[in-house]
């Protein structure tokens, strides 16, 4: 049973283009997690994602950022027209339900913006 | 706003003895708390949790302690093992769920 795959794993784009940050969740797994982690500091929530639907997207800024989960593939996270700041690791999680069960993590997907 | 603190970005045990690391947090909303270490280049790796019901949970070398009055909890490792050597982050949840509010990280060196 394979894990949860991210790829790619390293993600280098220029100011102004986009991302697209992919997520194979575990075998069996609906729920979907993104989290961003900058240099030397915690990881932050951003989206929360179920097939189909997005179930919380507090975390994620306003602008240039969308996550999607579609009935068939991996969950996506797409950063549009890239700033220097978005460089960070982006690490995506998947669980069976959302309660009472842990998330297990990919190994993540480190942007860097050039 | 960091409602989930680890105070203490590194520390450095020697092999076979205890390793405490601690965590604090300030929203009382948070019923759920969970241990992750990590590796450079990998993601977290899940170790132990504790609800809100319970003060301790234990699962081999590895305690967790919660203290809700205080709204501190902290991870024991005993013996340390250089293997053990990872960066350790606390993590809280509200109504058990998955959407986790991270701290900032431990380092944790263990001395051969």
């Known amino acids: 049973n394979a894990g949860v795959m991210q790829n790619p794993r390293h993600l280098v784009r220029r100011r102004g283009q986009e991302a697209r940050l992919r997520c194979s969740p575990m075998?069996?797994?609906?729920?979907v997690y993104w989290y961003r982690q900058l240099p030397e500091e915690g990881l932050k929530f951003m989206v929360y994602?179920?097939?189909?639907?997005?179930?919380?997207e507090s975390g994620m800024p306003k602008e240039r950022f969308s996550a999607e989960f579609p009935k068939e593939g991996p969950s996506i996270l797409r950063i549009q027209q890239v700033v220097r700041g978005d460089s960070a690791a982006y690490f995506c999680?998947?669980?069976?339900?959302?309660?009472?069960?842990?998330?297990?993590f990919g190994q993540g997907t480190r942007l860097t913006v050039v | 706003d960091q409602q989930v603190k680890q105070n203490s970005p590194s520390l450095s045990v020697q092999e076979g003895r205890i390793s405490i690391l601690n965590c604090d947090y300030t929203?009382?909303?948070?019923?759920?708390f969970l241990w992750y270490k990590k590796y450079p280049a990998e993601g977290p790796t899940f170790l132990i949790s504790?609800?809100?019901?319970?003060d301790k949970n234990e699962d081999g070398r590895f305690t967790v302690f919660l203290n809700k009055s205080a709204k501190h909890l902290s991870l024991h490792i005993v013996p340390s093992q250089p293997g053990d050597s990872a960066v350790y982050f606390c993590?809280?949840?509200?109504?058990?769920?998955?959407?986790?509010?991270f701290g900032g990280g431990t380092r944790l060196m263990v001395k051969p």
């Open positions: 993590a809280a949840s509200r109504n058990a769920g998955n959407m986790l509010t």
């Open positions: 075998k069996g797994h609906s729920h």
């Open positions: 994602l179920q097939k189909e639907n997005i179930i919380d």
């Open positions: 929203n009382s909303m948070f019923d759920y």
């Open positions: 999680a998947s669980s069976p339900s959302n309660r009472n069960t842990e998330a297990f």
């Open positions: 504790i609800s809100s019901i319970k």
